[in-house]
């Protein structure tokens, strides 16, 4: 890993204009490069990512290049893409109603199969061709975007699930029985190619998980998001104080 970098901001508000901020200047990193020239991007599911779309909506919209920018889903679960739980529904709602990001440019997970291990396979194929890598080489995300549970879980990764032990594919279906749902989700193998993973995490309802993996000392089984540690690249923690209390005391302890 190229280095761990967390930032801790007073509320969430303050951490999505933050995080949108260093969004904003990796897609201008990205774009501007020579040999990339575009910027490759997973946007994460749940619930904190909203104050992030709303973020660059409000100071970027104007200022990404959206027609450089290949926009995807590091999990999603497996519905609809306009049922209330779709990763989907609430991005094209709160981002991608609101940006000029040409149509082509989404890449949407096909929650509504239900041939699960088939549109596991179909969308690594679509991830393989938009960034033109072939079989056997791993395609480099400039970015993904995860959150955590409060269990500790990432993307659809969630602990004693069998996505955690994939040892070869970039995406894959899984059973998640805590929430009785197939999920469709990035391995680590693909996370960890990533240039930057930017992790979004705020409320109290995250501390201890967050203290966990922060010390390392848990296991992926545990606390799925310890085994985000890309190969040759950083991770951004994004983190309220609330969130940081318990890792922060930790830190402060004798
Ligand atoms: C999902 C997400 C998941 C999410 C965490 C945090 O599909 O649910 O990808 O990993 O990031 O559960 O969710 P909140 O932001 O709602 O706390």
Same mark, same amino acid.
């Given at each position: 890993?190229?280095?761990?970098?967390?930032?801790?901001?007073? $509320?969430?508000?303050?951490?999505?204009?933050?995080?949108?901020?260093?969004?904003?200047?990796?897609?201008?990193?990205?774009?501007?490069?020579?040999?990339?020239?575009?910027?490759?991007?997973?946007?994460? %599911?749940? !619930?904190?990512?909203?104050?992030?779309?709303?973020?660059?909506?409000?100071?970027?919209?104007?200022?990404?290049?959206?027609?450089?920018?290949?926009? +995807?889903?590091?999990?999603?679960?497996?519905?609809? #893409?306009?049922?209330?739980? !779709? $990763?989907?529904?609430?991005?094209?709602?709160?981002?991608?109603?609101? =940006? #000029?990001?040409?149509?082509?440019?989404?890449?949407?997970?096909?929650?509504?199969?239900?041939?699960?291990?088939?549109?596991?396979?179909?969308?690594?194929?679509?991830?393989?061709?938009?960034?033109?890598?072939?079989?056997?080489?791993? #395609?480099? +995300?400039?970015?993904?975007?995860?959150?955590? %549970?409060?269990?500790?879980?990432?993307? !659809?990764?969630?602990?004693?699930? *069998?996505?955690?032990?994939?040892?070869? @594919?970039?995406?894959?279906?899984?059973?998640?029985? @805590?929430? !009785?749902?197939?999920?469709?989700?990035?391995?680590?193998?693909?996370?960890?190619?990533?240039?930057?993973?930017?992790?979004?995490?705020?409320?109290?309802? @995250?501390?201890?998980?967050?203290?966990?993996?922060?010390?390392?000392?848990?296991?992926?089984?545990?606390?799925?998001? =310890?085994?985000?540690?890309?190969?040759?690249?950083?991770?951004?923690?994004?983190?309220?104080?609330?969130?940081?209390?318990? *890792?922060?005391?930790? *830190? %402060?302890?004798?």
């Amino acid at each position: 890993m190229r280095g761990r970098h967390i930032e801790t901001a007073d $509320n969430l508000d303050t951490l999505a204009q933050r995080a949108a901020r260093r969004f904003y200047e990796t897609a201008e990193r990205a774009i501007a490069d020579p040999e990339r020239g575009r910027f490759l991007v997973a946007l994460s %599911g749940g !619930s904190t990512p909203r104050a992030l779309h709303q973020a660059l909506v409000a100071h970027y919209r104007d200022l990404i290049p959206w027609d450089a920018v290949q926009v +995807f889903w590091s999990d999603e679960r497996c519905v609809p #893409p306009d049922h209330p739980d !779709s $990763n989907y529904r609430m991005a094209r709602e709160t981002l991608l109603e609101h =940006v #000029p990001l040409p149509a082509a440019n989404i890449h949407r997970m096909p929650g509504e199969r239900t041939d699960y291990d088939a549109a596991a396979a179909d969308y690594e194929a679509e991830v393989r061709a938009v960034f033109g890598t072939p079989a056997g080489t791993t #395609p480099r +995300f400039d970015l993904v975007l995860l959150g955590i %549970g409060p269990d500790g879980h990432t993307a !659809s990764l969630f602990p004693g699930t *069998a996505a955690l032990h994939e040892a070869s @594919k970039l995406i894959a279906a899984n059973w998640v029985p @805590k929430v !009785s749902m197939e999920r469709l989700t990035f391995t680590y193998a693909l996370i960890n190619n990533a240039r930057q993973v930017m992790f979004l995490a705020a409320g109290e309802e @995250k501390a201890e998980a967050l203290r966990d993996i922060l010390s390392g000392q848990t296991s992926v089984d545990e606390r799925p998001a =310890v085994g985000v540690r890309p190969v040759a690249g950083e991770v951004i923690w994004m983190v309220d104080r609330a969130a940081m209390r318990l *890792a922060e005391q930790d *830190a %402060g302890a004798p």
